[in-house]
Structures are given as structure tokens and as C-alpha cells.
């Protein structure tokens, strides 16, 4: 049987999504909302994966840009040994994740706070071990998305990890016919070719993009 390439990606998405662990009854719960609700988050595949990066590198310090209601900050806290930093505007959803992170007996290792993310990166800070970007669809144009990549290099220990969700942009990052799609076509051009970084596209979900800094 031939498949077109929308029902062979549903196809093979149940069939890997067969594959994964059951998640906890916190992460359970919380999917079920993002799907009911409409809320973002980036699903248990790209949870996973972040997981698992996080892990073999040795990740203590996180840096979220995007928290939503906290689903993927709690993978990311449980692939880190140190502190996670997320960043939401929405004071009824930074609310919620503070909620679910101490469900997820997480409340003391993460600290949800409530900003613009631009505006707390300019500050400066500690370094960080890695840094997730879920905001490549939300940043206002192109500008924002170079100043951000620019701050977050600042950031990263050497051997860091810049992580961004929806590289590929539902496809339509090809076109760059949409704000979003010119935001992530920018994103992923800096990256693959900022000398510092040895990175890949992922084409798992929406495309994760993954980059580390070189040592040297
Ligand atoms: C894609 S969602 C994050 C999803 C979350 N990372 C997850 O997978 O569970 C992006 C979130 O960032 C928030 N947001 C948008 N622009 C922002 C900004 N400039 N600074 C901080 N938060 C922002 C939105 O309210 C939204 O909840």
C-alpha cells in the first residue's frame, strides 16, 4: 500500500507513540488538557528526545524561553540535575505551571518567572548548560529572533546545548510566506552557520533543532 505523506507522518507517529513509555499521571494529565484546551506544548516524542539530550550531556542548568502550563519544562527538569529557568508573559498560565511543577514534585528545582524573555535575557546572568527556545513562532520578526540567538550564544557554556522547537514550521518554513516562517528560516540559518555550533534539524513533530557550542 502506497502512502501519501500525511497519512504515512499520522501513521508513523501512532506507531512511535506506541513505543513510548507511559508517561506519569501528571504528564498524562497535562496532555490531555493541551489537546482538550488548545494550550501549547511540545507533545511526549520532542519530551523525550529533550529528555535524553539533556541527560547524555549532563545538563544541570536550563533555560526555557516559552513555559506555557509547564509540560515541557517538567522533561526538561528531569533530564537536568540543576536549576530550570522558564520564562512565560501570561500570568494565568505561569500560575499553572508553578502548579504543575510542584505535582510533579519539581517546585523546588524550577523557577517559572514571569517576563518577557527578551527583556530577561538583555539583563544577562549565569551561564546555563542549555537553553530550549519554543518561541520561534511568537517573536514579533526578525530582529528579535537575531538579538535572541545572539544573547542566548552569550549564555551557553561551552559544550551547551541551543535547542529550538517547530524548526521546520509545519512545512512552511520553505515558502517563508508568514511571520512565523521567516522567524524560523532565520533562526535556522544562523545556527547552521555561526562557526561556534555543530548542529541538525531533527524531523521529529514540528522539527526540533538541535546545536552545540564548541568547546574551542
Ligand atoms: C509555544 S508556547 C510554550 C510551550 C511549552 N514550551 C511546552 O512545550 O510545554 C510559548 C509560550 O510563550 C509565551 N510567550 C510568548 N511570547 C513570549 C515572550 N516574548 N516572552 C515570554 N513568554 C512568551 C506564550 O504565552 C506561550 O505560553
Redesign the pocket.
Known sequence: MRLTPTEGTRQLDDYMLGLLAPRDAVLARMESEIEREEV???GPHVGQLLALLLTTSGCREVL??????????IWLARGSTGRVTT????PA?ARRARANFAEAGLGDRVDVVQE???AYLERGGEPVDAIFN??L??FPGEETVDRCFELSLGRLRPGGLLLADNALGRGRVIAGDSRPARNIDRYNRLVAADPHLESVIIPIRDGLSLARLRLM
Open positions: 501549547p506544548g511540545i526555557e524561553l516559552g513555559t506555557a502550563i509547564g509540560y515541557s519544562g520564562l512565560e508573559t501570561d498560565r518577557e524573555a527578551m519554543d518561541l513562532n511568537s
